[in-house]
């Protein structure tokens, strides 16, 4: 089991800037990354970023690219989102999520059917 907890979400304006933490605690050596989904009012569930838990990957959604930021902690085993420039669209609840170590060869992913556990979100509102 590993347990997630998000923090760090809240009202902010359009231009602002947040930064979500996800402490992780458990079997934390079972995982091979984390990663950030999100999920706005009446849509479905959307990837934002993942991190390697232990190799230099990461990967950021397309449309987030040059405003939001993934990076980790392992000795704290933490894992951040530094969201800037936010805007309206980006409201919704933050969920951080654990992918675990599977036998082979492993990558990053955005898909979260592969994501063994989940955080009870954060919720994050811009206002315009």
């Known amino acids: 089991q590993v347990q997630l907890v998000e923090s760090g979400g809240g009202l902010v304006q359009a231009g602002g800037s947040l930064r979500l933490s996800c402490a992780a605690t458990?079997?934390?050596?079972?995982?091979?990354?984390l990663a950030w989904f999100r999920q706005a009012p009446g849509k479905e569930r959307e990837f934002v970023a993942t991190i390697a838990w232990s190799a230099y990957t990461s990967d950021v959604a397309d449309s987030m690219k040059g405003r939001f930021t993934i990076s980790r902690d392992i000795a704290k085993e933490m894992v951040y989102l530094q969201m800037n420039s936010l805007e309206p669209d980006d409201t919704g609840v933050y969920y951080c999520?654990?992918?675990?170590?599977?036998?082979?060869?492993?990558?990053?992913?955005?898909?979260?059917?592969?994501?063994?556990?989940w955080g009870q979100g954060t919720q994050v509102t811009v206002s315009s």
């Open positions: 458990g079997r934390t050596r079972s995982v091979h990354s």
């Open positions: 999520a654990a992918y675990l170590l599977r036998p082979g060869i492993q990558s990053v992913t955005r898909d979260a059917h592969e994501y063994d556990f």
